[in-house]
């Protein structure tokens, strides 16, 4: 799919998808020789506390699964993570390209009665990863679980606080701190795989550079400074001359008076 967005295949109207995006980027990382090229990607991620995403080793096995259908919601991408530390991680991905949340909280609703629709879109999703239902899905062992993962990923080019902090605001049901719910923005993902320098395999190398490619070509890379040369010139000395080295306001000679007001009394 990479090659057919490279090659200008993907029809004009499918461009702006998200899910060919999300298909595109993070599906690659599925690919590739190590996980430790999606770790480092994923510690791009930071929460409201200012903190990035860390891991307590090095991640050794991860499982992708894209779209699935939890009991109130269909979040991107969930992560399985094992740690060499045999620690497990849960990691929710909901990408956004241009688009917003897709549902906010209907407060003028009782909860109760509220539908989906109704509710906060990553509310949803942070109650629904939390549930028995969901760790079966994705087998992973609860006595062994160290944490739950909220990773928004969007176009922004700033932390979008308050979008954030809407959503905590209205999980309802399950124990979810601001710290676990993270951000994380396309152009990042540029700027981590960007400094790469060591790639396992040839292979690696040929993915990752397409990747860049990709998100360069959809505009979503980081600013990392002017990259054509620039020629030392010469100083060049600008005199500057006036008629007069001396200024008085004495010289203006018509000045109308302005009448001011301050507090409703006249002044001047």
């Known amino acids: 799919m990479i ?77 399985r993570l094992k740690t060499e530390s045999d620690s497990e991680i849960l990691i929710c991905i909901e990408a956004k390209y241009w688009s917003n949340k897709s549902s906010i909280e209907d407060q003028s609703i009782d909860l109760q009665d509220r539908t989906n629709s ?9 109650e629904d990863i939390h549930k028995v239902n969901c760790l079966r899905y994705l087998n992973i062992n609860k006595s062994k679980l160290n944490s739950i993962i909220l ?57 990752l550079n397409d990747l860049k490619k990709l998100l360069e070509k959809k505009g979503l890379q980081s600013f990392n400074g002017f990259q054509h040369h620039v020629e030392e010139v010469s100083g060049i000395n600008i005199t500057y001359n006036t008629a007069s080295n001396s200024y008085s306001w004495n010289r203006q000679n018509d000045v109308e008076k302005l009448n001011w007001y301050y507090g409703g009394k006249q002044n001047g």
Not at 5 to 33: A, C, H
Not at 47 to 75: A, R
Not at 168 to 193: A, C, D, M, P
Request: with cysteine; charged share 20%.
């Open 118 to 126: 109704q509710r906060d879109q990553l509310a949803r999703e942070i």
């Open 3 to 79: 090659a057919a967005e490279l090659n200008g295949k993907i029809p004009s109207e499918l461009q702006n998808f998200e899910d060919l995006l999300t298909s595109s980027v993070i599906g690659l990382f599925q690919y590739l020789s190590s996980h430790s090229y999606f770790q480092s990607v994923l510690e791009s991620s930071v929460n409201l506390n200012g903190h990035q995403l860390t891991f307590d080793s090095p991640v050794k096995e991860c499982s992708f699964v894209f779209w699935p259908k939890l009991e109130n919601s269909e979040p991107d991408v969930l992560l």
């Open 151 to 207: 990773i928004y990923l969007t176009n922004h080019t700033y932390l979008p606080r308050e979008e954030i902090l809407e959503s905590i605001l209205h999980v309802n049901g399950v124990h979810f701190q601001k710290g676990q719910l993270y951000w994380l923005t396309w152009r990042e993902i540029h700027h981590s795989i960007s400094k790469i320098k060591n790639f396992l395999t040839l292979q690696d190398l040929k993915l």
